[in-house]
């Protein structure tokens, strides 16, 4: 089973490498973007076939380790 | 116009970030992940409506800025 674990900053944390990338993208031309956010990407492979229990760890992992809850938020995506 | 940017090392290139994800989370008693990947998601709002030149113009910003495309891939999701 995969998990793909999206971690970005909550709305209204100061977010630099999302103003640096929208700041690139207009110096190069890009001008139709008006913002931009940058968070991360973590790709898990787990053993074990029942979602609802790897649902349950996948969460357990994001609040103690791949997320800091006081200023990120993260959603999770389960997999065959 | 909401684009949602995927960045992630292609299979192969060595992940120190994700390896040192799984060994963290392996210590700390998730013995189910066998191997982690880490990388960037990058979200971006775009002015204007029409999702095929939106499409077109968030792959020439991964292919000049947001990706190396040497070592990484990358897929693109667009939302209204």
Redesign the interface.
């Known amino acids: 089973m995969k998990a793909r674990i999206?971690?970005?900053l909550k709305p209204g944390v100061l977010d630099p490498q999302?103003v640096a990338?929208?700041t690139?993208?207009n110096h190069?031309g890009?001008?139709?973007?008006?913002?931009?956010?940058?968070?991360?990407?973590?790709?898990?492979?787990?053993?074990?076939a029942d979602a609802d229990a790897?649902q349950a760890?996948v969460k357990?992992?994001c609040d103690?380790?791949?997320a800091n809850p006081v200023i990120e938020s993260y959603d999770i995506e389960l997999s065959a």
Do not use: P
């Not at 890009?30 to 074990?48: M, N, P, Y």
């Open positions: 999206h971690v970005y999302g990338v929208a690139s993208l190069l890009f001008d139709e973007v008006t913002a931009a956010r940058q968070g991360k990407l973590i790709e898990l492979d787990l053993d074990g790897a760890r357990e992992m103690k380790l791949l």
